[in-house]
């Protein structure tokens, strides 16, 4: 992706005491980059909607954060699957194969409940960042019983109270009569939820505010649904956000601002600025994704306030930041091939103090200049590689003044070209498929592909998360981005004005800039895994105290290995520099210094980072002017749905044999029968009543049992089956069990 990094570090500047130099920014930040490498991840997966009992294929794309190239420090990823309660359901660790390449499956469990899910992937050196930063993916998981039946689920709020009521009601597909709703539970991520029922509905009382994640689950016999929590009044908030992060006083400053409701997604509303007085200033709307922005000039010692307008209706009044004259900020303009950096000051009336321009991309220094002499600085755009390029306003002490993001788009495209072997293919027969990948000038591109083929009849290519948007986006920025493919389809001025807002908005400092400027550098903090590895104490067993120096030996059978390794001073102690297959069996005993089996062996239990990031379930909507209720993300109901759980279902009988048929639970109201002896609890046992022996006319056990049960036949050593005869020798009397005592002598039987 990356085949140079063009370094423009000037070296002009005014020397002053304290004052850091360019050529020391540069040094530090580059020493800063060496000494804390980043890496990122991207997962290909083979598709973004699966069914119970279905397998999730990928490939994994492990790189270098700086130039994108592969990277295998890291030999382990942990790929997970996380719940709309943010549980995780299923995680794997896989390691790269003997091309060096990362791939692996996650098995789907028959009986997942329907809902929205996160595929969430990470290094353990990934975690000396935030948990924003690992891999994430929305995956939906659908269950075969959405072809028959949907949800239908609202809120609403009363009396101005916390609480909102929910009314949940479920109807048949094909019918679209309402179904009876009687036996079901609801559940939220700690317990289950109170719950009443009228009118074919289940009415339910709970305050969203308390929720952590906006989701609850509805379990109705055999069917398990993800449910979204609603907001009933609509509400939104706005965020305002000078460019550069101050608001120079008495010069015209680009704000941005974006819109989200309470499910925190993007919210469209217009709305107009006035001054203190009332006075209209200026009117403004969104864009894209409850982004937007618009020009003005605020003076010194005014409030201005943002009056603004949702789709819905709602009204609010937010209070914008105030302008200030002893500040400095940072304009960007894009032309075709340039960027154009203006320094803004209050007033107009330039700064004294030396300052500097820093920028660097994913903490690489590419360029250092002094901004005292003047207050525009123009850089082709190809002097940076695709991806978020971080603009720095510095005083001459290293400290942030202002910043600035912008996003370079400067790789060529490339293309890939597919080709079949014969102009006609039978159904289900071999296709062979001949694919090249050629750059912009019309040569062939090398690297790691993956490639999943799907049918375009049920299934959509996923076009809102990709590798791009993987590494270039998701990776750089901390929160939710909604459709981050939609960026990369085009490179016209709506999408180029849209991803300028994305960079206005939603800014993280990912990198330690100020702290690596004054030779504070950071360092990991968890190591690359380069192997697997058991860790844990060894300890008295009275006192709990650990045991210096104590001996540990691991046995590992399967792989004829045996090794014995010794406790630190602190009876800490560590086997690594292994790495056998899955499900292998590790025999691991302690002893003292001197031999000594009276000790404690503490393994240490294997912890993974908390769950924070989960995708939000879409409120309740509905499709076409219709009426009918549909799930989230996805329609479960749709022709396009049914067709693909028809097929799950059909590869499912094909390598599981005959499918599962979901019936509904039977309520059994009879007494449970007690047993008076354990033997009548034996499947294949006949138990006969002392009322029937009372009333038969035989004489003896024997013969009575011989005429009740056909089949047998009484021998001198006892009752046998018929069919045992012709076997005799090996065959083995029937066992007669009276007044739950075994009777194993016929004679004895007989005087019964």
């Not at 997962?43 to 295998?72: E, P």
């Not at 949940?168 to 609801?186: C, G, Q, R, V």
């Not at 006949?686 to 029937?692: D, L, S, V």
């Not at 005799?728 to 009276?738: D, H, N, V, Y």
Request: charged content about 25%; overall charge neutral.
């Amino acid at each position: 992706m990356i085949t140079a990094i063009l370094i423009l570090i000037c070296l002009i500047g005014v020397p002053a005491k304290a004052q850091l130099q360019p050529d020391t920014i540069a040094e530090r930040l580059r020493l800063q980059s060496e000494l804390y490498p980043n890496e990122k991840l991207h997962l290909h997966t083979d598709r973004s909607l699966y069914a119970g009992k279905d397998t999730i294929w990928f490939k994994a794309y492990l790189v270098n954060a700086l130039d994108y190239m592969q990277k295998i420090d890291s030999r382990y990823i942990y790929t997970e699957l996380v719940n709309p309660f943010g549980e995780t359901v299923c995680r794997i660790k896989i390691r790269p194969d003997k091309n060096n390449l990362f791939h692996g499956y996650l098995p789907l469990d028959e009986v997942l409940p329907t809902g929205l899910y996160t595929l969430r992937a990470y290094t353990r050196y990934m975690q000396n960042a935030d948990e924003d930063f690992f891999f994430h993916k929305p995956i939906q998981i659908v269950s075969p019983l959405c072809k028959s039946l949907s949800t239908q689920i609202s809120y609403e709020r009363e009396n101005g109270q916390k609480q909102v009521k929910g009314t949940l009601k479920m109807f048949n597909n094909a019918s679209k009569e309402y179904i009876p709703l009687e036996n079901i539970d609801l559940y939220n991520e700690k317990k289950k939820i109170d719950h009443w029922t009228e009118d074919k509905a289940v009415n339910f009382k709970l305050s969203p505010a308390k929720y952590k994640q906006k989701a609850i689950k509805l379990e109705a016999a055999n069917f398990q649904q993800f449910l979204p929590i609603s907001f009933p009044d609509n509400d939104f908030h706005v965020d305002f956000l000078p460019e550069g992060g101050n608001l120079p006083a008495g010069v015209q400053s680009k704000m941005a601002f974006k819109a989200i409701n309470t499910y925190g997604l993007s919210e469209n509303i217009f709305g107009v600025v006035k001054d203190e007085e009332g006075n209209e200033i200026c009117i403004f709307q969104t864009s894209h994704a409850g982004m937007g922005a618009f020009y003005w000039t605020p003076e010194a010692g005014k409030d201005y306030y943002a009056e603004c307008t949702s789709q819905a209706g709602v009204e609010k009044r937010f209070k914008l930041p105030a302008a200030e004259t002893n500040t400095y900020t940072l304009n960007v303009k894009e032309s075709a091939y340039s960027y154009h950096i203006f320094l803004l000051y209050p007033n107009g009336v330039a700064s004294e103090t030396p300052l500097t321009l820093l920028i660097h991309q994913r903490g690489y220094p590419l360029f250092v200049r002094s901004f005292q002499q003047t207050h525009r600085i123009t850089l082709p755009k190809e002097a940076f590689t695709s991806g978020i390029v971080h603009l720095l306003l510095l005083s001459p002490q290293g400290k942030i003044i202002s910043e600035r993001q912008i996003f370079a788009q400067n790789d060529l495209p490339v293309t890939a070209y597919i080709e079949t072997a014969q102009e006609t293919n039978t159904p289900k027969g071999k296709i062979r498929l001949d694919i090249t990948l050629k750059d912009a000038r019309g040569k062939p591109v090398q690297g790691n592909f993956s490639l999943a083929i799907t049918n375009n009849a049920d299934l959509l290519p996923d076009s809102t998360h990709t590798i791009f948007t993987s590494l270039l986006l998701n990776s750089e920025l901390k929160g939710h981005i909604e459709d981050p493919g939609w960026y990369f389809r085009g490179n016209d001025s709506i999408h180029r004005a849209g991803l300028d807002l994305l960079m206005l908005t939603q800014g993280w400092r990912k990198y330690p800039i100020e702290e690596a400027l004054v030779a504070n550098y950071k360092r990991p903090t968890i190591p690359t895994e380069e192997n697997q590895q058991i860790t844990g104490t060894v300890k008295r067993l009275v006192g709990n105290k650990p045991i210096p120096h104590a001996k540990i030996q691991i046995h590992i059978p399967n792989q004829r290995v045996l090794e014995e390794v010794h406790a630190d001073e602190n009876g800490r102690f560590i086997f690594n520099g292994f790495e056998f297959p899955d499900s292998t069996i590790y025999n691991i005993q302690a002893t003292t210094r001197k031999n000594g089996k009276n000790v404690l062996l503490a393994l240490d239990t294997e912890t993974f980072p908390e769950t924070g990031t989960v995708y939000p379930l879409l409120p309740p909507a509905t499709r076409n002017n219709t009426e009918t209720p549909t799930g989230y993300y996805i329609y479960s109901d749709s022709p396009e749905t049914v067709e693909f759980l028809n097929k799950a279902e059909r590869k499912m009988t094909y390598e599981n044999g005959m499918r599962s048929i979901f019936l509904e639970d039977v309520v059994v109201t009879a007494k449970k029968k007690v047993y008076k002896t354990p033997y009548e609890s034996i499947p294949s046992a006949i138990t006969i009543k002392e009322e029937e022996l009372k009333k038969t006319p035989m004489i003896d056990l024997p013969t009575f049992l011989t005429s009740r049960l056909p089949g047998l036949t009484l021998q001198p050593s006892g009752l046998y089956r018929l069919r045992d005869m012709d076997k005799f020798e090996k065959a083995k009397p029937i066992t007669i069990i009276l007044n739950g005592f075994p009777v194993y002598d016929s004679s004895i039987a007989k005087s019964y």
